[in-house]
């Protein structure tokens, strides 16, 4: 009998991933994209999907989401969508549907890069995930900013699903005690991903140039960088570097110190730009620990679709 289609997803703030999971590997087929925006529900978005892709249900349902899992429904920050495992499971008449963290689906993903779907930045080297015992951390700008670590103990492996992204930014030089200063009279609470997200590298630009409304969007800013734009260059380095900045106090909150892994579209789309950028020197600067620091490997993610990886991975555990 031939199995029911698995279907899987990358649900992040703008766009949402679907594909179909391999029944018998790790891996996805049938890929396509949709914008978030032009459905008024996951579900309609799902049902175009099939349509696509000439099915008619799907007898498995994983999808990977850009917030909190709490009660089998997610807590969205940055999209209308309503999201949560009852309906859909009524909605398509199966009771296999899971929901999962969008970078607790990265983090399952890593281990099963190969060695070209990651880019080393900075000069410490990548780890070997395949030694007993590891703790790595995942985090990518986007839409918002997602975090999260994986750890394997005695061949037992884990996610830390968080929520790290929302917590507070903490200014670490004169230039960025003044960016605070200038985005609290915006934000009662200014987090990290009100700097280090594509919103983020908008937000810097306009504190720094409050005459230009309305403010350039994130892709503009990173082209007027790369063109030399003076205004734009000092926003994204000071985007990079407090992203390393945030990447090392997520090696050190969860003892990351096989490496900290870069995913998401800003990461890939720039990656010449990361790797030029003060990144590294954000990470490294943790005072008494600058050693330790210095030897966690931070490395970019250039699979095209580590979520939909990830969530293949559960997916074939939710069949087995």
Partial sequence: ?????????????????????????????????????????????????????????????????????????????????????????????????????????????????????????????????????????????????????LVRRGGITATLVTEAGHVGFAPESPRQLELLARLKDRFDRVSDERLASGAGVENIYSAYNPGEEPGPRAP???????????????????FFEVLGQIAGNLALSIGAFQGIYVAGGIAQ?????LTDSRFRSGFENKGRHRRIMEAIPTLAVTHPQPGLLGASHIARQMLS
């Fill in 269 to 273: 789309r720039h990656l010449d730009l």
């Fill in 1 to 149: 009998m031939k199995p029911e289609p698995c279907v899987i997803g990358d649900i992040g703030g703008t766009n949402a991933r679907f594909a179909l999971a391999c029944p018998d590997r790790t891996g996805f087929v049938e890929e396509k994209s949709y914008s978030c925006a032009g459905f008024p529900s996951l579900e309609a978005a799902i049902e175009a999907f099939l349509l696509d892709i000439g099915l008619q249900g799907a007898g498995t349902i994983c999808l990977a989401v850009a917030g909190p899992i709490l009660d089998g429904a997610v807590q969205f920050t940055n999209s209308h969508w309503q999201i949560a495992e009852g309906p859909l499971k009524a909605g398509f008449s199966t009771d296999r549907v899971r929901l999962i963290n969008d970078f607790e689906a990265v983090a399952w993903a890593v281990p099963l890069l190969s060695d070209d779907a990651c880019h080393r930045v900075g000069n410490a080297r990548a780890p070997d995930l395949n030694l007993d015992d590891f703790t790595i951390g995942v985090l990518g700008p986007g839409t918002g900013l997602g975090a999260a670590g």
């Fill in 220 to 238: 503009e800013i990173f082209d007027r960088a790369r063109s030399g734009d003076a205004d734009a260059v000092r926003s994204v380095d000071l």
